[in-house]
């Protein structure tokens, strides 16, 4: 993902995106291609819904209860009781979520590394959301974090719906469909303007922004 060519397309296309850059400067995101894809989507799992700090702690405990390895395998996943899953933290639907996804790589739904790099973002959306518990914001943090596709927007994030909102000095966050109509000017390069969006709600201050009504 060339960083650098997508942040110059975002202030050619967007003003007030432009700001953003300005204010928080280059574009630092870099795909973690050191994990599997298998191992991408347990831990979005896991840290759906919680704070960064508090899910970091719940997977390290995880990870704990197989020392051997690097990451357990699907097969050791599933040999582990989800009452055992549930005592590193993890709610009972939760532990479901992952013995299902490591139940589909052993069945061959969860691609290979080499697999889904040949997969387009849509391919990969449709087969991964075929597991219970795989929603499309799970598979759009597999396809940013992991395998660093350019065009990502996931316009259900709270976080980019959140940053946007800061961006264009809105009352409101946009609904999903208002997301996706304004970041079509932001593409191909979506993802960056995503991880922008992201920065723009960890660091603006809401209250000293010049508001106006959607």
């Known amino acids: 993902m060339d960083t650098l060519k997508a942040t110059r397309h975002l ?3 967007d003003p007030d995106l432009a700001q953003t850059v300005q204010k928080i400067g280059s574009c630092t995101l870099k795909p973690d291609k050191s994990r599997t894809v298998f191992a991408s989507l347990v831990r979005s799992i896991v840290y759906q819904q919680l704070t960064g700090k508090v899910a970091g702690i719940i997977l390290n405990r995880l990870l704990d209860m197989f020392p051997e390895k690097r990451f357990p395998s699907p097969e050791s996943l599933l040999s582990i009781s989800k009452e055992n899953l ?8 939760k532990a479901q979520y992952i013995q299902n996804i490591a139940q589909a790589a052993i069945d061959g739904i969860v691609p290979n590394s080499r697999q889904a790099n040949r997969m387009t973002d849509q391919q990969l959306i449709n087969q991964l959301t075929s597991i219970k518990g795989v929603g ?3 598979v759009e943090m597999l396809l940013i974090f992991r395998l660093g596709r350019p065009d990502v927007l996931p316009s259900t994030d709270y976080g980019v719906q959140k940053g946007f909102a800061l961006v264009k000095g809105l009352h409101v966050h946009p609904k999903p469909n208002q997301l996706i109509v304004a970041g079509e000017y932001w593409s191909p390069y979506r993802t960056v303007a995503t991880w922008y969006l992201w920065r723009a709600a960890d660091t603006f201050d809401l209250a000293l922004k010049g508001l106006k009504k959607v």
Do not use: F
Not at 86 to 93: C, D, E, N, P, W
């Open 86 to 93: 549930r005592g590193a933290g993890l709610s009972y639907q």
């Open 11 to 13: 202030i050619k296309v």
């Open 136 to 138: 499309r914001w799970t």
